[in-house]
């Protein structure tokens, strides 16, 4: 039951996440067109696919998105795991619960990109394989700035991009989870950092005699 509590969380995740990109790949117009206004001109919804990593970026060779793909798998796995691990160490509720939210996150995106280029015929179109080359859903748009970023800025440069990026529920998910665990690390390892003090303070003592 232990096991089924957290993990059920980061498979809630990855259902919200797969019902809001199936429901906006099937019910909204792709791009600018069919752009939905939420809160005013900054916030909307836009249907837009991300064929890389986080903010558009990609590997740099014909096998990259098949590489990135390979790590995100591994990367579930390793995840997974630890969350078995804490879960077994009963580390603090609040960190075993954003590892599962990152989990869920990672698992997400996963899905779109080893199945979406089958799913969603959604790879691009010099993918050697629609398998494992699927295009990463995005719709939620926090508009802030837009606009031509010039060549010297590395990464991005040369091309027309928006100041915030267009994410997704798997994406806000782990953003969250390891914004939470950045803000609250004292709290959730309170414990270990006690711990780690009464060692020092004892390894003192014996030194000291």
């Given at each position: ?68 793909t390979s790590f995100r798998l591994i990367a579930m796995f390793g995840i997974g795991y630890y969350l078995y691990y804490i879960i ?122």
């Open positions: 039951m232990k096991y089924l509590k957290y993990f059920g969380i980061a498979l809630g995740v990855i259902l919200l996440d797969q019902i809001v990109k199936l429901l906006v790949h099937y019910q909204m117009d792709f791009g600018t067109p069919g752009q939905i206004k939420i809160f005013g001109d900054w916030f909307k919804l836009h249907y837009t696919t991300n064929p890389g990593m986080a903010f558009g970026m990609q590997l740099g060779s014909e096998y990259g998105k098949l590489i990135l077994e160490k009963k580390m603090h509720v609040g960190y075993i619960v954003c590892i599962a939210m990152i989990l869920g996150g990672a698992i997400g995106n996963l899905v779109d990109s080893v199945f979406y280029g089958v799913w969603l015929n959604n790879a691009p179109y010099n993918a050697p394989t629609p398998w494992l080359h699927g295009q990463v859903v995005d719709m939620f748009y926090i508009d802030i700035w837009e606009g031509y970023i010039p060549d010297w800025v590395p990464l991005w440069g040369g091309s027309y991009t928006a100041l915030w990026p267009i994410f997704n529920i798997a994406d806000a998910s782990i953003f969250v989870g390891v914004a939470i665990i950045l803000i609250f690390q004292s709290k959730f390892f309170k414990e270990e950092n006690e711990e780690k003090k009464e060692l020092d303070h004892q390894e003192s003592h014996n030194e000291s005699v």
